[in-house]
């Protein structure tokens, strides 16, 4: 199996590659096969891509924002009509199963390309009666935005970014995670064909200190991160140092709370989709799940029953629910994290192992009986491990789901919608659903607090972190001046 791109970067429009930048693969993380190889930016690299975002950008903001939103939306029609052949990519790079990135990985990045194709001629500033004279203002782009992704949803990552940026008439520089380097190099060759000027949209592969330098340099503007609290801090303070602007979608431990009235199997499935979908690799997921100590036995019996049944095994099959990790060093680190639970004494109800031994497959991994001060509840773990907490009363739990250095998304599941809203009144979270989870529409702005980050994607929110407001002073009559 092959996917390699006909280049390892994409720079104003052309395809590039530099040999003396160091190598690396891709990996199919079921077999181990290499799907493609690629060479890591090198700092000729990196400058050759900032001068062409640079060189493209003025132009690209001077288009009637109609215009601009036509060429992203053309570029929506084209992952549509590709989706099957894109998410096969995806699974390839990802290893996640074709069954999730057939429904939820291209195609959530086309709503992005469309959502924000359409927003971007209706951006108007204000006018500002001021007695005889007046003020209005002009939403303006940024410049030149750096994207860094994670390798969790390379597509959806790249496009959340990429649409706003373009709509509002910035360009970008993407680095994707050098384990996920594929899917943005597919999109910048979506967006040419769509009819997006060469350098307005441009990808560079490498490691961290390829992002690190693109954030050094004094011609960005912004810079957009989705990553690890850690990387967070580094690529933050990097930003703050050049006095630019930043949005930092970062990591969580995020609470889904049951009570004793919710829909115990509505309870169940979000549970899962919140611990198991992309192999437990999401951020926003509710990897400490609190059950009303009432329904506690119900909800696990259920919950047991249907973790049991999930298929796992080959991702390119559609019938796998369940595919491997992204690499070796992820499920180690998961199959660290759950001999660390079993050793702080919670109770195993399912799964626990690797399974087989070939690819960086790991069972489906329920913990009950956790208690708060355990690692497994602390820290993020990113693999499919759920932690079930007791509780039995509501001002405790919100005061135990709060108990956390983060602060990105948060459920609750109850048939009583007062307290619904009473509890995600109270909730530490950026993001919190009720009756559901991990839904996250475009529409919706998305984002964390305190630790989980800064900013917010999607929605009209995204209008803030890509644009910045001129004030424009008219004045109309004689100037008042005491000298
Ligand atoms: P990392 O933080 O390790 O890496 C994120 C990206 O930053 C990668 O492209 C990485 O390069 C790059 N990077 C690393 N160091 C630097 C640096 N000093 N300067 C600039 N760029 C740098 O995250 P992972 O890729 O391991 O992704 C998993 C993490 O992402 C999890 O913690 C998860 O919670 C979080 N995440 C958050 C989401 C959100 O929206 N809140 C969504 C998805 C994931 P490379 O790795 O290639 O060396």
Request: aromatic share 8%.
């Amino acid at each position: 199996m092959r996917a390699q791109p006909k280049a390892s970067h994409f720079i104003a429009g052309t395809w590039t590659e530099d040999q003396a930048g160091a190598r690396f693969d891709s990996v199919f993380p079921a077999t181990g096969e290499v799907v493609a190889q690629l060479h890591a930016a090198t700092p000729e690299v990196v400058e050759r891509a900032v001068n062409a975002a640079v060189a493209a950008q003025k132009d690209w903001a001077a288009r009637p924002p109609v215009e601009r939103g036509r060429v992203l939306r053309r570029a929506a029609d084209i992952i549509r009509a590709r989706n099957h052949e894109l998410s096969v990519l995806e699974t390839l790079d990802t290893g996640k199963p074709l069954q999730e990135t057939l429904v939820a990985d291209a195609a959530s990045g086309a709503d992005a390309l469309e959502y924000f194709g359409g927003f971007a001629a209706t951006v108007t500033g204000q006018t500002i009666a001021l007695g005889q004279d007046m003020a209005y203002t002009l939403r303006e782009p940024l410049g030149v935005c750096v994207g860094i992704g994670a390798w969790n949803y390379p597509m959806q990552i790249v496009c959340w970014k990429a649409a706003p940026a373009l709509a509002f008439g910035n360009a970008m520089v993407f680095k994707p995670s050098e384990l996920t380097p594929l899917s943005a190099l597919a999109l910048a060759e979506i967006l040419q064909e769509a009819g997006l000027p060469d350098g307005v949209f441009n990808v560079v592969q490498g490691m961290g200190d390829v992002g690190a330098a693109l954030v050094r340099d004094p011609r960005v503007a912004k810079v957009s991160l989705t990553g690890s609290v850690p990387t967070g801090r580094k690529v933050y303070a990097a930003a703050a140092e050049g006095i630019k602007s930043a949005t930092m979608e970062l990591g969580g431990k995020s609470p889904l709370i049951i009570f004793e009235d919710a829909d115990l199997d509505n309870a169940v499935g979000a549970a899962m989709l919140a611990n198991f979908y992309s192999a437990g690799q999401i951020c926003s997921n509710g990897t400490r799940v609190f059950v009303h100590h009432r329904v506690k036995a119900a909800f696990l019996d259920k919950l047991a029953a249907r973790t049991e049944a999930v298929t796992m095994g080959d991702p390119l099959d559609e019938a796998t629910q369940i595919g491997p990790m992204v690499s070796e060093r992820q499920m180690a680190q998961v199959l660290g994290y759950i001999e660390q639970g079993k050793a702080e004494g919670a109770r195993m109800v399912c799964g626990g192992k690797r399974e087989g031994t070939t690819g960086c497959f790991v069972q489906p991994t329920l913990f009950a009986d956790v208690t708060d001060q355990m690692v497994i509840a602390r820290e993020e773990i990113f693999g499919p491990v759920m932690a079930v907490l007791d509780f039995e009363d509501e001002a405790d739990v919100i005061a135990r789901a709060n108990d956390t250095e983060y602060g990105l998304a948060a459920g609750v599941f109850t048939r009583d919608i007062s307290r619904a809203h009473r509890v995600v009144a109270q909730l530490e979270a950026g993001t919190c659903w009720i009756n559901a989870y991990n839904l996250t529409p475009v529409e919706m702005p998305f984002g964390g607090v305190k630790a989980s980050g800064v900013g917010r994607e999607n929605g009209h929110a995204a209008l803030e972190h890509y644009t910045r407001i001129k004030s424009v002073y008219l004045g109309l009559g004689d100037v008042e001046s005491p000298y």
